[in-house]
C-alpha cells in the first residue's frame, strides 16, 4: 500500500535534518580523499559510472538517505507508475514513458491496447519508413532522395530530440551512419522559421511535424509557415511532411501528411525522446538501428532504477542527495555540465525536464507544500564554461552543485598532441581538475584568490557518447527527476504553470485586453 | 573623493531594507496597473525603452535606490573608470572596453599612447583587411575569393563574438551584408574542432584566432588542430590566419598570420565584443560599416549611463532594482528571455558577463563581504522558454526575476497570417501576456491552476533588432553588471576564480597528481 506523504512529514526526513553536514574539503582532501573517490561509485552499466564521491554526504547521511528512500516509498512508487497506476494525478493520466523502450513490469493496457505493443507498433511504422526513405523508395516528386529533415515542434518536441539529434551527430559522420542532416524549426519568432528555409534546400526537405493535441500555436504557424515555402517552390506539401501526434487528433488521419505516427497522453513532452517524438527524427537522421540502441541505453537505467539498494540504484541516490542538497544545505540551484562538445543543449534539454516537471508549490494532490522544491538547472558544455560562469561556481557567494559528465574517447578520434598530450587528455584532465578544485579549494593569504571549496559535485565517467550511452545518460536524469518528484510528492507530469500565459497571449490576440495587458500589447505595437 | 565602500556599510542601503516591499500584482491591477506601465518607462534612444512597471518597486523605493545611487557614487565611480582610473583593482589595471567605441570623459593615456586612438586605429586596420577581403584583392592561393571565418577563441573571445554574430546573421542576410559565414571553435573537446572543420571549405576559409595573452591552452591547441588541416588540405596557414591578441604576445608579430589586430590588459574577454575580438569576425561577416553601427548603439548607452537622474539611466535603474530584488528581497537568480530567436545565445553572453564580473565573496580591497553577490544567470529565447522552464518560474517555489527583451518588427520580415494575426504578432503578443501573467497571477480554486502574480520582470522593447539595437543590448547589460559591481563594492574585472582548476589541470596533464585527483585523472583515463 502506497503512502503519498509530504517530504516534512517522514520522520527520516527530520532524521535527515539533524544530522551534522559533512567538512567536503577535508574529506576530499589526501589518501582518505583518494580512498574515497575510489568507493563512493556506482557503476551503471555500458562502462558508465556514477561517481559521487564530492558531493556533500558519508556514510551515516547514506544510511539515513535510505531510510528517507524506504519510508517515502520511492521503489514502490516507481513500479506503481511503470505497472500503469494513474501517476500523473492533475490529468488523471498514466505515465509511460518507460514503455517505449523497454518493460519494467506488468502489461498495461489503456484504451483497449497493449501500450508496450502500440509503442513498439509505432517505432516499427518509423522504421519502416525510414528505410524507404534511406533506399530511395520514398523520393521527392523528381525521384531525388531526400537528403534533410527538419523537425516542426517546441518544448519537449524539440529540445529533447534537438540535444538528441546534436549528441550523435558527429558519432554518426564517422561510423557511416549519418544518414539526413537534421534542422529544427521551433520558436513561433518568424525569423526561426525563416532563417531555417533560408539554408535548406526544401527541395530535397522532409518536414517532421510534432504536436501531441495537434493545435500548438507555434507549431501549426510553423506548419503554415513551410507550406508556404513548399507552395512557391512548386512543390506538393504532403509528398514532404509527416505528422507525430496522438490518434485523435485533427492531424492523424489527413491527406495532407506522407504518414502519421502516434503519441498519446500518457508521455509528456518532456518525457517523449523516446517515443515517436524524437523516433522519427533520429531514424530519419541516423538510422533506426541507430534509435534502437539508443533505446536499450535507456531501458537499462529503467531496469536499474529498480533496485532497493541506494548504492545499486544511480538515479535514485542522485535524487536523494539533490533533496538533501536543496532542502537540508538550502543551496538553491544546479549546474549541469558536461565535458562534451557533442552535448551542448543537453543542459537545456534537462532545463526543462527538471523544471517543467519539479518547479511547483503544490503537491500531487493540489495541496500547497512547505518546503522548497525543484531548483533552477543551467549549463554549458566544459571546457567552455570554464571561461564563463566558473567564476561564481568558484568563488560566489552561493553554492552550486554540479553534475558532470566525463568521456575517456572522443567521438570523432580526430585529435592532436600539443605540449605531449591530446586535446582529449586536456578535456579529461580539466574536468577531473575542476571536481577537486570545487571540493577541496585552495588557501592562500591573498583573499582575491583563496577558494573555500567544500563545493560539491558528482560526475557521470563513460568511455564514449554513443547511443547506448546517450539513452543511459537521458534515462538516468529521467528517473533522478522522478524520484525527486516523490520525494517532494510533486505530480512532476503536469504542467498547469504554462496555461495562464497561453489564456492572456490569445486574449491580446483576439484584442480583448484591458489594464496592463492593454498598455503592453500596444508598447508592442500589437 | 570617491569613497569605496561595502553595501551594507550605507546608510542608505539600511533605509532601504526598512521600506515595505510592494504587492506587485495588486499594482499591476486595473486602470492603476494601465497607468503603471506607462509611467514607469525610460527611454533608451534608437526607438528602446526599459519599461520597469512589472518589477517590485514603488515611488518610495525608487526614491531610496536614487539615494541608494548617489551614496554609493555610481556616477562618480563610472566616470573615474572611463576617464582610466586603475578599477581593476586585483590586477591593477584600466578598464577601457568603453573607449572601443566612443569616448564619454578625458584622453586616456596609457603605455604611452591615447587608448581611444589605438583602439581606433585597430579598428581601421581590421576594416581595411575586410574591405580586401570582400573586394578579393587578398585571396587564397588559388586567387579564389574566402566565403567562410572561424574564430577560434573561448569565454569572451567566443560567447560574445558568437551572440553577436548569430543576432545579426538574418538580418544581413536580408539587408545584403552577409559577406562571409561564421563559424565558431572554442571547447577543447576535439570534437569541437573536427566537427566544425569536417562543415566547412578550409580552402576558403579564414580562421581568426583570438587569444589575449597568445598562451589560452584551449585556443592554441584548436589552432594547431586548424593548422593540421590546412596542411593536410596542402593549404599555406600564414595566408589563412588572423590573430587578435596582445602586442606584447608571441603571436603579435609572427609571420604565422596573414595579419594581426591588437587588444590589451584594459580590456577584459567578456567586455571585449566591441574590441577587435568582436571587430575582426563581425566585420569579416558582416562589413565595416555593420560593425560601425554596433559600437554607436553601444556608445549611445554609455553616454545614457552617465545621467544622475535615475529615471533617465536605465542601465543604473536596472541594476539597482537588482540588487534590492538579489539583497532586500533575497531572490536567488535572473533568467534572461529575449523574445528574438536571433538572441538565442545572448543570454549565454550575459552569463558570462554577469557571473564572471560579479560571482565574487570578497570586495575590491580583497576583504570578505558578508551580503549576497552576483546571483546565477540563465535564459533561452521565447516562446521556446515558455514550454520549457517556464513551469517552475510561473509556480515554483521560487521567485526568479526576468529580464525580457522584445522588437515590434521580425528581422527577415518574412511571415505568415494564421487566425488572423502573423507569427511576429503572436510573439509579441506572448511576451505581453507572459508579463502580465507572472505579475498579476490568477486567482483559482484549484491550487494546481492557481498563480500566486508577485513574480517581477522589466522588458526592453524596441522596433527591430539591428545593429545599433544590438549595441544598445550589449552596453545596456554591460553597465549594469558595472553598476552592481559598484553597489556590492566588487572588483568586476578580474576573474582569479579560474585559476585553481587551470593549476590543477596542467598538473593533471604533467602527472603531478595524486590522493583524489589522482583517482579522477585515473577514472577518465589520462
Known sequence: MIAWKNLDTLASYQELQKTEPIALAAAMAGEAG?????GYTVPMGKGLDFNFAARPVNDEILEKLAQLAKEAQLTEKYAALYNGAVIN??????????LTRGQQGDDVVADGVNKRAFYLEQQKKVAELAGKVHAGEITNAAGEKFTTVVQIGIGGSDLGPRAM??????WAKVNGTHKMKAEFISNVDPDDAAGVLSKIDVAHSIFVLVSKSGTTLETLTNESFVKDALAKAGLDASKHMIAVTSETSPLAKSADYLAAFFMD?????????TSAVGGAVLSLAFGPEVFERFLNGAAEQDALAKNEDLLQNPAMLDALIGVYERNVLGYPTTAVLPYSQALSRFPAHLQQLDMESNGKSVNRDGEPVSYLTGPAIFGEPGTNGQHSFYQLLHQGTDIVPLQFVGFRRSQMESDVVIQGTTSQQKLCANVAAQIVAFACGKDDENRNKYFAGGRPSSIIIGDQLTPETLGALLAHFENKVMFQGFLWNLNSFDQEGVQLGKVLATRVLKGETDGALKVYSDLLGI
Open 89 to 98: 494525478t492533475g490529468e488523471k493520466r498514466m505515465v509511460l514513458h518507460h
Open 34 to 38: 583518494a580512498e574515497r573517490v575510489k
Open 165 to 170: 539529434y546534436l549528441a550523435l551527430e558527429n
Open 265 to 273: 497522453d500518457y508521455i509528456g513532452g518532456r518525457y517523449s525522446s
